[in-house]
């Protein structure tokens, strides 16, 4: 720095700034005489802004009785009708949002929270979700719908229906029906579904009170709150035999009728540890149980080294079956000593060992 400041002025500046490597600008910078900083100023003021008492005169005028409750623009209006301006709408509006003023003073549309739906299983019977599906019919724009309740502890479908309609008369007969099928006594049972019109409606209300029943409802526009259902139907139109389009309501009970007996009695549910719905909702768990130990201590038995963990154990189903629970949440049931001895049993080597 000191060389560059003391060059000839023959010496052209540019070219021995590049020779040593420094910038020019740096070099400007730090030769230049010192200045005194700048004084801050305040804000900058238009010149087409309203002096005070200007403002002040808008002010009484948006406070005025008559004025009050009128959009700027409407007193904008009224006082040019009467020959008077004071300033534009926007001004107006400018005002009022530095008075905190400008925010909606009618009362609109208020959303309504729903609280988040939170549902527990420890046994079938407990807890029901129910839902309405369309399916097409031969027809363009005709539908059928398909009413199914779905025991969400063991995911067994307790009770269907096939309509040409949707309403809240035809779910509540269903739902009194299978209530009666399965025998459940007043105050044992929730049942749970999201919120369409026949689930909502006031005679559906009316009849789970004097049935004795707990309603929940799923948040608006949130499937998840509603998951068993919403899974069980896309497993029935994902299966290859699935109609595009049904004859008749006739042709909907019938494939409707064979699929709900595979999926009950025949599907293996990941979500059951391959066990069947119907397994778990008719307690034969400790049957299916011993029966697949029994296979798997076999193969154990003639080529152990395929195992590498050491002797397999079967999974059992779920003992607490939720929706919106996390893990950590309380147990509000935990008397679980008949599957925890089922477990011990299927860990425990056999004699034969």
Request: charged share 25%.
């Amino acid at each position: 720095m000191a060389r560059l400041s003391s060059l000839p002025d023959a010496v052209p500046l540019r070219r021995a700034c590049e020779a040593v490597g420094f910038s020019r600008a740096t070099l400007y910078r730090r030769r230049a005489p010192a200045t005194k900083p700048r004084a801050k100023r305040g804000p900058r003021r238009s010149p087409r802004a309203l002096k005070p008492d200007e403002r002040a005169k808008v002010i009484a005028v948006l406070h005025a009785p008559e004025f009050a409750d009128q959009p700027p623009r409407e007193i904008y209006g009224a006082l040019l009708s009467l020959g008077v301006f004071l300033c534009s709408p926007r001004t107006m509006y400018r005002i009022l949002a530095s008075l905190r003023q400008s925010t909606e003073r009618r009362r609109g549309h208020v959303r309504t929270a729903h609280a988040m739906p939170k549902l527990e299983a420890y046994a079938p019977n407990q807890v029901w979700t129910w839902d309405i599906t369309k399916v097409a019919g031969e027809l363009p724009g005709l539908l059928y719908f398909v009413f199914v309740i779905i025991d969400l502890f063991s995911r067994m479908v307790v009770g269907w229906m096939v309509a040409e309609t949707e309403n809240a008369k035809l779910a509540g007969h269903m739902i009194s029906s299978t209530m009666k099928l399965h025998d459940i006594p007043a105050g044992t049972l929730t049942i749970h579904s999201d919120r369409g019109a026949p689930m909502t409606a006031r005679s559906m209300n009316q009849l789970l009170q004097t049935l004795g029943v707990e309603q929940s409802l799923s948040r608006p526009r949130v499937s998840n709150d509603n998951p068993l259902v919403e899974s069980f139907f896309k497993t029935a139109k994902y299966q290859p035999e699935y109609p595009s389009r049904f004859a008749s309501p006739i042709h909907v009970r019938a494939w409707f009728q064979e699929y709900f007996d595979w999926y009950c009695h025949h599907h293996h549910h990941q979500g059951l540890a391959l066990f069947t719905p119907a397994d778990v909702f008719y307690g034969r768990i400790a049957d299916v149980a011993a029966t697949r130990q029994a296979a798997l201590d076999a193969a154990y038995a003639l080529h152990p080294e395929r195992f590498v963990r050491g002797r397999p154990c079967v999974r059992l189903p779920p003992t607490r079956v939720h929706i919106n629970l996390r893990l950590d949440d309380p147990i509000t049931q935990p008397d679980r000593a008949e599957h925890e001895t089922l477990a011990r049993e299927l860990r425990a080597p056999t004699r034969t060992q």
